[in-house]
Structures are given as C-alpha cells and as structure tokens.
C-alpha cells in the first residue's frame, strides 16, 4: 500500500512539473526577438507551415544551411527534434491567450549531424509538445507564435529564428 501511495505521489508530483508553464511566454517570446535584433544572422533560412492529420497540427519546417560552411549539431537541437527546441506564445483571435506546457525530453547520447553548405532538412513539430490548445480554440483561429534558437557553433547570443502560423477553427 505504502509503494502504491509513494508512485501515485511521483506521478502526480510528474505530472504537475509536465503541465507546468514556465514564466509568460509572451515576455520569452518577446526576449528572443530582442536577442535575435542583437545576434549575428542566423546561418540557416527556416520556414514553417502548418500541416493538420485530423485534429493534430503540426508545424512543417525545411532547414536551409545558407552559410559558407557546414553546420554540426545534434538532432535532438533541430526544430523538430526535441519538445523544447521551440518556444511559443499563442492567442486566439478574440485575444485569449492559451498554455504552454512541454512534456519532459532528456535527449541521449547523440552524434552530431553535419549540414553541409546549401543543404536543406525537413522535419515536423507536434504542436501538441508544446501547445495545449484542443479544449480552447474550436470556436476561434490561434495566432501561434514560435522562435528557435540555433544551437550550431559556439556564437553567444546564438542566433534566434521566429514566425507565425495560424491554426484553423474547428468548422
């Protein structure tokens, strides 16, 4: 009984550090675009599109490497490859804002992955890694808006790449 009280403790104590949102993500969000004004350009062109399968959205990214050299870094540091690899602020349209939450991801041993100059990655974010937004915005459209910061090379401030996608109203 006692072992069966101390799991449910820990997965409760889990859950609630799981749906946990960090400080306002609008002043985060706000942050990076100031660091991103203060860094060198990023070296890589990133865009992003939603995609939807059903009531799941997703954030379509392709990668460019448009510097002169290649670019080392660990997958799990790429936009789609880890929960936390992107930061979000969302709003609906009617000016709620909806909660953040990222699931816990501790990445392991990882060789790092070399982007040669000109070469292009794709990957796909799950929105919901990051984003609780299924209960909220059936009646209304979501401003999304995301940063990555690129961890490649050993700039500081490392370079910060933003934009905004919108997700749909359930018809």
């Keep these: 009984?006692?072992?069966t009280l101390i799991i449910i403790g820990v997965f409760a104590l889990?859950?609630?550090?799981?749906a946990e949102e960090?400080?306002?993500v609008l002043e985060v969000f706000a942050q990076q675009l100031r660091e991103s004004v203060a860094a060198e350009s990023a070296p890589i062109?990133?865009?992003?599109?939603?995609?939807?399968?059903?009531?799941?959205?997703?954030?379509?990214?392709r990668l460019i490497n448009i510097s002169k050299g290649p670019l080392e870094i660990y997958p799990s540091d790429l936009p789609w490859g880890?929960?936390?690899?992107?930061?979000?602020?969302?709003?609906?349209?009617?000016?709620?804002r909806l909660r953040n939450w990222y699931l816990i991801a501790d990445p392991g041993p990882e060789k790092k992955l070399v982007i040669a100059?000109?070469?292009?990655?794709?990957?796909?974010?799950d929105i919901a890694w990051g984003?609780?937004?299924?209960?909220?915005?059936?009646n209304q459209d979501v401003?999304?808006?995301?940063?990555?910061?690129l961890m490649a090379g050993s700039e500081k401030p490392f370079p910060v790449c933003t934009g905004v996608a919108i997700i749909p109203k359930t018809q």
């Excluded at 062109?45 to 990214?61: E, V």
């Excluded at 936390?84 to 602020?89: P, T």
């Excluded at 984003?131 to 059936?138: A, F, G, I, N, V």
């Excluded at 401003?143 to 910061?149: E, N, P």
């Design 1 to 3: 009984m006692k072992t």
């Design 14 to 18: 889990l859950l609630q550090a799981r």
């Design 22 to 24: 960090p400080e306002n």
């Design 45 to 61: 062109a990133l865009s992003a599109t939603l995609k939807s399968r059903g009531d799941k959205h997703f954030l379509a990214f």
């Design 82 to 96: 880890n929960p936390h690899s992107l930061s979000f602020a969302a709003v609906t349209t009617a000016g709620m």
């Design 117 to 125: 100059s000109g070469a292009t990655l794709e990957g796909e974010y």
């Design 131 to 138: 984003l609780s937004y299924e209960d909220t915005h059936t």
């Design 143 to 149: 401003l999304l808006m995301w940063s990555y910061r």
